[in-house]
């Protein structure tokens, strides 16, 4: 793999270089070479995590790029290749164990290796290579590519984010309606260096517990060919957005989620918004092994999410009230290596999957400067889980906890053009009972985490 890069290096300077001269149509395979865009990014991450007194506290620096090349089209195909980078310059050690509890570093290994946490330097990764036929505004791309839906996304809140392998189609020419969908047959998870195949991708992040309180099983043993997923977004009039997506994961299980946005406009300028989300899933099979202990989904298990949200927008100023709620029917479940899941109360730095019967509500505001170049984002949250001993709802014995974020965005002009800088600051306090047992504190509740990100893109 550390071979891969200066080759890549040296290829993709050289088509751009040669692009320079290139001409205004790509008549020949050629010319779609010499005119195709180079592009490339440079970015650091430091993150410190302040845990309750006594018990460890983290901090880790990390720096690293990409590089991409995308050739023009010829006779509507066009392709793109394009790796990353990645160093630690400095850290904690992420793989000593926390003296009082036995846990392990949670935030920051993410920024590296999650599967070897004194892997340092060798964390580079092809992310891009693909093949892509387009016509008017709809096109079909196979090969490993970036792919955002509800459900698999970039997630990118580390220093590289979630790419997938697979065929891709999108279809935008019907009037007012873009319909999206394809198969995906391997993953390489943000935080990772490797792809996997769909199975293998599933329990690389911390497991949890079985609905039994046993220790889950399915890393590693989980059997699905791959990812059907189909998505219509539908623009209805002027002011309403519908959404319908649906993700089959072979052999384990199926999610759909229907989300319907509203934006009305008044008289005076301002905005009043609403969004209205339900999602609904099964377990498909055995879910993922036909011995219960190493499946992911439960067999015949299933779960139901409600998820809603009202806002008001003038001018620069944008103000959020979300309200969330797993049934008790049954734990949501997403594959976190995945992405981030789509209900209108996440806030960055944790989730509710892997619990049911959960009330969650936030508030938050958001200011953007008129110049574009601030974002300023507050937003304050109560996340009600279970009970940490009521594993059978409570995969990861997580405790109730409220949550406080803020996230600063610069985007920086002049000589200084292409460079961003974002601040995130995350105070967790909580809320359920954790028994005198710090286990369940550590990297979860009590603690304050910071962020500065530097990107800098050419």
Do not use: C
């Not at 009590?446 to 800098?456: P, Q, R, S, V």
């Amino acid at each position: 793999m550390r071979k891969i890069f200066p080759i890549l290096f040296g290829v993709l300077v050289s088509l751009s270089l040669d692009a320079q001269n290139g001409k205004d149509s790509a008549r020949t395979l050629l010319d779609a070479f010499q005119q195709g865009q180079f592009q490339g990014n440079f970015r650091s991450y430091f993150m410190v995590t302040d845990n309750k007194p006594g018990l460890s506290d983290y901090q880790a620096l990390a720096a690293g790029g990409g590089l991409y090349y995308e050739s023009a089209a010829f006779h509507g195909f066009n392709m793109g290749i394009g790796g990353a980078f990645n160093f630690n310059l400095t850290s904690s050690d992420l793989g000593a164990k926390d003296p009082v509890t036995d846990a392990s570093n949670r935030y920051e290994i993410g920024l590296f290796d999650v599967e070897d946490p004194h892997n340092t330097n060798d964390l580079d990764r092809l992310e891009a290579l693909w093949l892509r036929y387009a016509w008017k505004k709809s096109s079909v791309t196979v090969g490993s590519q970036n792919l955002s839906t509800p459900f698999i996304n970039p997630q990118d809140g580390r220093m590289r984010p979630t790419v997938e392998t697979g065929l891709w189609a999108s279809f935008g020419d019907l009037p007012n309606t873009k319909i999206e969908g394809g198969w995906i047959w391997s993953i390489s998870p943000r935080s990772t260096v490797k792809w996997y195949s769909i199975g293998e991708s599933i329990g690389l992040y911390p497991k949890g517990l079985n609905p039994d309180g046993s220790a889950s099983g399915y890393p590693e043993n989980v059997y699905s060919d791959g990812v059907g997923l189909l998505g219509i977004t539908r623009k209805m009039g002027k002011n309403l957005k519908l959404q319908l997506w649906d993700q089959y994961v072979e052999n384990v299980f199926n999610t759909a989620m229907i989300q319907a946005d509203y934006n009305n406009p008044l008289n005076n300028g301002d905005h009043v918004l609403f969004g209205l989300q339900f999602t609904h899933q099964d377990a498909i099979a055995d879910g993922g092994n036909p011995e219960p202990e190493m499946a992911y989904f439960p067999k015949g298990a299933q779960s139901n999410v409600f998820s809603t949200q009202a806002g008001w927008e003038r001018g620069a100023w944008q103000a959020l009230a979300a309200y969330t709620h797993v049934t008790s029917d049954g734990r949501f479940l997403s594959p976190r290596e995945w992405g981030r899941e789509p209900f209108y109360t996440f806030m960055a730095r944790e989730r509710i999957e892997g619990s049911g019967d959960v009330h969650a509500a936030t508030i938050r505001g958001i200011w953007t400067a008129p110049s574009k170049k601030w974002r300023i984002e507050w937003g304050y949250g109560h996340y009600y889980l279970p009970d940490i001993k009521d594993v059978s709802l409570n995969k990861y014995a997580f405790p109730a906890f409220r949550q406080f974020n803020t996230d600063v965005r610069y985007s920086f002009g002049g000589v200084l053009e292409g460079l961003r800088a974002q601040m995130l600051f995350v105070w967790k306090g909580r809320i359920g009972d954790v028994y005198g047992n710090d286990k369940y504190v550590i990297n979860k509740v009590e603690m304050t985490h910071y962020n500065l990100i530097l990107n800098y893109a050419f």
